[in-house]
């Protein structure tokens, strides 16, 4: 009976034992201190193993629950969770530890210093195999903690990652060379390896010992190019490819090519008879009409008190005096053209004059402005009025006749105003446009001009034109009286030529920055009178289009005479347009919809708008000019704030 109840006894406190014991993981931090900046092995690791060190630290986060000292193993493992040892560190060999923690320890490293751990100290990796693996170089150690009948043990582990790889990649396989102007375009195919980082394209003169490099960063890549490079040399080219390892493939296939004088956009227009001479002109003499002209003058002024102190001021007074004679000339004897430059001149002008203000004349010109607002202010509601008073009979005889079958309409128009006024408060004063089409400059319409320059580089495609606008209402009335200004960019992509006319693998850019000044009339009586969404309007303006073409290599085109003349493809040109076009107010198709974006965006009218615009963009006829201008459809969204 005695030697039954101890047998229950045991039995009990065993199966107590095991139910209360429980495994705690706890994760340490670790870095890979050694190899520094890199966390791979690789075959120039492999070529000098009793250099190659390494070592890691680590650092507990929590608070050490052990108590004495604590051996911990070094070891290469599967994956950070360290749970076995792949390859053994230190004690390969079955003989001592391979680090003491002792008790109350929160950091370290190993080896500790003083010591070190080589590649070579490593049995188990291989360098002379073909091995590509992600191993994690790991510490641990385990406590085991006494409760009662219970057994709590903690695992302390962590790794970091560590590579090795002994495997070249696959050499590419070069597929073509396309020659260009002072470059070679270089295609080729990638090998199977998953893991390529990097391209690199070797090339030197035919019958030297060169190795020029360029460094293609992006493995996803199949062709690059080569620049700096002299027309009329042969040049042997290959590549190589390098993995995340930073180990580097065998040599691929070797060809050849040979650089030659291409023409892009530019080259082409103005071998073709192009008069255009690129930049950006503002010539006050000329617009002014007199050296002496007070406004000419303070222009002068500004040049010597603002620009030519900087460097950038220099550099564009220079551009002023090398191009601005050409402006002056297109503009002297025309009067309405020196009125359009004076007029694209005044806020220049003006900003000359305000430099020179003190403060006194500065506050005493804010307290005009401010007087002559509210005069203006105050002249606009008398003439609004006055206009109401006289328009109203005009409409009454004009709309009695239709006033039996536009009732039901035109209450409902009449609701949906008095809606407008409760959530506005106020009428809108702003409109923000975005506006797009597809536009291709008349280029080629050029007089003198041999041939079609820009179809032949470009094709005959239009390309889509984004504008950005923002009008400012002046006037509202009897329709809508704003005036704005608008922001746009339009590009065009194409293949260079050969002198014999055929395309090459060199990209030629035309880009056009149009900038518009304008004003309009919005005419909205079809929704007051008869709650027809529907507002036809008329604009027009000045405009200024900055272009520059880049040649085949993405620098900024150039063109030689032969005199020793160079010319930089990149100038502005002045012209004007005239736009007419319809708006469908959105707001009418959901009023409640309308209502909560004014409420939360301060949003209080949109319009989706279609507009057919005329612009001539030739420096307004001086014969010397591009023409950029075109009729286009343009499409858009407005709204008014």
Known sequence: MKRRVILVFLSTTMLATAVGATDYQVELSVELVKPANRDYLNIESCQAPGEEELQLSWSLDSSPLWVGAQDGDIFLAADDTCSSALVEIGKSASEGLDV????????????????????SDVVGLDCNGSEERDYYLCIRWEYEEQVGIYSNKYIYRGGALLRFDVKRPEA?????????????????ETPADDDIDDYIIHYRPEGTQEDNQVVVTDAALTSAQVTGLENGVTYEVWMTAVD?????????????????????????????????????CFVATAAWGSYASPWVKE???????????????????????RYGPRWARAIRGSEPHRAVARLALAPLAGLAVASRLGPLEWLLLGLAGVLVLALLGLGLGRLRRLLGQRTSTLVLLLTVGLA????????????????????SGVPPR?????????????????????????????GGDSELLFELGLDY?????????????????????????TSTGEKTADTTVFNLLPLRLGAGYAFDKFWDWWGVPLLPYVEGGLDYYIWWVLDGVGDVASWDDGQGNSRSARGGIF???????MKLLLDALDREAAGNLEAQTGVKNSFLFVEYSWSWIDGFGSGDHMNLGDDTIMFGLAMEF
């Not at 006037?475 to 293949?495: E, T």
């Open 100 to 119: 003491s923690i002792s008790e109350g320890q929160t950091s370290g490293q190993y080896p500790e210093t003083g010591d070190t751990l080589l590649l």
């Open 172 to 188: 590419p396989l070069l597929s073509s060379i396309s020659p260009g102007e002072s470059n070679l375009r270089v295609s080729w």
């Open 244 to 280: 995340l390892a930073s180990n580097e493939s065998d040599p691929s296939n070797l060809l050849t090519g040979m650089p030659e004088p291409v023409k892009d956009f530019w080259e082409s227009y103005r071998d073709a008879g192009g008069s255009e001479d690129g930049g950006f």
């Open 299 to 321: 222009l002068r002024g500004l040049r010597d008190r603002v620009l030519l102190p900087s460097t950038a001021g220099r550099h564009l007074v220079s551009a002023y005096y």
């Open 404 to 423: 039996g079958l536009s009732a039901p309409a035109a209450r409902a128009a009449e609701s949906d105003t008095a809606q407008v006024e409760e959530l």
């Open 430 to 458: 702003f409109q923000f446009e975005l506006r797009f089409g597809f536009y291709r400059p008349r280029v080629d319409s050029e007089d003198g001009l041999n041939g079609q320059p820009f179809k032949e580089i470009f």
């Open 473 to 497: 209402q002046i006037w509202r009335g009897f329709g809508v009286v704003y005036a704005g200004a608008s922001l746009g960019f339009v590009q065009y992509l194409g293949k260079a030529l």
């Open 575 to 581: 012209g004007g347009h005239l736009s007419v076009g």
